[in-house]
């Protein structure tokens, strides 16, 4: 998966869900609750490499990721919520997932009143090695 496959995924997980940002203090599904964080723009740095060993076992899935955010929408911590697989190649695919979206930037959550606050925003990382082998082929 290339940098714009992974930052049009996010931005997907995030219009399809409102920003998914239930665990946040907004609740997306109420206009008066104010503004969910979501990530700046598209960014290279955001974008997961996939592991060569995972690629070579075939290790694919759906890693989803809690990002939490503090009041200026910088990453404080990132938490697999859910994993895209048991095996040691997939712990590397979801370790990729919450390095890689770590380093992206995000504007802030606001609340009603237009105050930047902290939120959570989850995001999915699809892992598909038919696609990745083709970007491996090009590093």
């Not at 496959?5 to 239930?22: D, E, I, N, R, Y």
């Not at 592991?51 to 694919?60: E, V």
């Not at 009143?113 to 090009?138: C, F, M, N, R, Y």
């Amino acid at each position: 998966m290339n940098a714009r496959q992974w930052f049009a995924a996010a931005v997907a997980a995030m219009g399809a869900a409102g920003a998914l940002a239930s665990q946040s203090p907004l609740q997306a599904d109420d206009p008066a609750a104010g503004k969910p964080a979501t990530v700046v723009a598209w960014d290279p740095s955001c974008a997961p490499q996939y592991p060569m060993a995972a690629i070579q076992s075939g290790a694919q899935g759906v890693t989803r990721v809690a990002v939490h955010l503090d009041a200026a929408g910088k990453v404080a911590s990132v938490d697999v919520v859910q994993r895209s697989g048991s095996t040691r190649e997939h712990r590397m695919l979801d370790s990729e997932a919450a390095r890689a979206i770590a380093r992206c930037p995000f504007t802030p959550a606001r609340d009603e009143a237009g105050k930047a606050i902290p939120s959570v925003v989850t995001l999915e990382q699809e892992w598909h090695v038919d696609g990745a082998q083709a970007s491996a082929a090009g590093r």
